[in-house]
């Protein structure tokens, strides 16, 4: 088959690249989606807290999503289900997907541009080296959820969370709504993963005790979790002896990370950021292979679905630009500098020969910050200052670069967050 866009995902990433393409002027669109229904992880997220910034209400995971299917499909846009990609890899002046399924076997698809919005996954308990045996009851967050949401299994009666990312502390809550137990959430960094109004939400509301700088150093039980025990952590994050804490628990559930999926992007040779794990991006969210886009939790781990739409969307659009021909010829790249306590950017290059008006750089800090300071500076001048009250590594933030501010002979770009006390 040959089309002008494949979009790799058929998630909130991959309907708002879609929609977005399509509104651009793209005919020629298909997504690949591996579930049996569109609309990915928002299936499962039952609860509400979506859409506050997109349609300025209220909605759940499942209700977020049908808007963008309703609209995928009333823009006429095709989807093929169940159906897995196995492969990419460059042909010519496009890329060649190759991918799999029960209904049409094994297909091969020749296209103009790709978008990848195949979002991330969870770290497995391997990758936390937690010694013990391996029992019954031990679930990632994400696997738990997807078993009481839509499986309707409840995995635990008395239950021990490791981790406070969002998901872990969502199920904290949706536990204890079941009529399960939870007796610790513990947390091996000094701060939560997840969003403030999710530790006030779902847990301070339920009086779940969230225990910082503690992890998970044995697992008791044979056949079934039968325990679990906890320590403090020193500053180099190792347990502190005499700190131990047992739990008599039945359930081990863990949110330790998302990681980005992307065995697909290394197929294809893109390249990819150390701290993300996500494809490198220039400020048209390319990636480091021509025609290749990348949006979503598949680029960085994002913490509300809103942005995600956000960022797909102009995915979309750029890939639609490019379809038709409209590439515009790099000039030169000038990457853009995490300093201070700033982990990373999205982009992590631009060239104002190709930007818009605007582009938008998302980060997130390493650290809890009071009374801080950003500021964007390229060339020795400082080109945007912006004072934030609190910032925390749980929440996304994110600073908008004009076209108007470069001249394009600028050698960097830096991105920097600091706090008062360090003399910003």
Not at 161 to 178: N, P, V
Request: with cysteine; charged share 25%.
């Amino acid at each position: 088959m040959k089309h002008d866009i494949v979009i790799i995902g058929g998630g909130p990433a991959g309907l708002a690249a879609a929609i977005a393409a399509r509104e651009a002027g793209a005919q020629d669109i298909l997504i690949l989606e591996r579930e049996k229904e569109l609309g990915g992880i928002l299936n499962q997220c039952i609860h509400n807290g979506f859409g506050l910034h997109t349609f300025k209400e209220e909605l759940t995971g499942p209700e977020y999503a049908a808007r963008y299917i309703d609209k995928a499909r009333a823009l006429g846009i095709p989807s093929l289900l169940s159906t897995t990609v196995v492969d990419l890899r460059r042909e010519g002046d496009g890329v060649a997907v190759t991918s799999v399924s029960r209904q049409d076997g094994l297909l091969e698809t020749q296209a103009k541009a790709v978008v990848l919005a195949m979002g991330c996954r969870e770290r497995p308990r391997g990758a936390l080296n937690i010694p013990g045996t391996r029992p019954a009851g031990i679930f990632s967050a994400g696997t738990a959820q997807r078993l009481v949401n839509l499986e309707g299994y409840l995995p635990g009666k008395r239950v021990v969370i490791l981790g406070s990312g969002d998901i872990g502390l969502i199920m904290a809550r949706r536990m204890t709504l079941e009529g399960a137990k939870v007796l610790c959430v513990a947390e091996l960094m000094p701060y939560s993963g997840g969003l403030k109004r999710n530790i006030v939400q779902c847990l301070d509301d339920y009086g779940i005790p969230l225990k910082l700088s503690h992890t998970v150093v044995d697992i008791r039980g044979r056949e079934r979790v039968e325990g679990v025990t906890i320590a403090q952590v020193d500053e180099r994050l190792k347990p502190i002896p005499g700190t131990e804490e047992d739990f008599d628990c039945d359930a081990l559930l863990l949110s330790v990370g998302l990681l980005p999926e992307n065995e697909l992007s290394k197929a294809v040779g893109v390249e990819l950021a150390p701290v993300t794990g996500g494809p490198q991006v220039n400020e048209s969210l390319e990636t480091s292979i021509p025609g290749v886009f990348a949006c979503g939790n598949v680029l960085h781990v994002h913490d509300l679905v809103d942005y995600v739409s956000e960022e797909a969307a102009q995915a979309g659009r750029n890939a639609a630009r490019l379809a038709a021909g409209g590439r515009v010829q790099a000039g030169r790249e000038i990457p853009l500098v995490p300093a201070g306590a700033v982990r990373y950017t999205v982009p992590s290059s631009m060239d104002p020969r190709r930007m818009d008006d605007q582009t938008v750089v998302r980060f997130r800090v390493g650290r809890n910050m009071r009374k801080a300071l950003v500021t964007v500076s390229a060339g020795g001048r400082e080109l945007l200052r912006r004072k934030r009250p609190v910032m925390a590594p749980g929440e996304m933030e994110q600073v908008v670069i004009k076209k108007e501010w470069l001249n394009g002979t600028e050698t960097e770009i830096t991105v920097q967050a600091l706090e008062e006390k360090e003399g910003a």
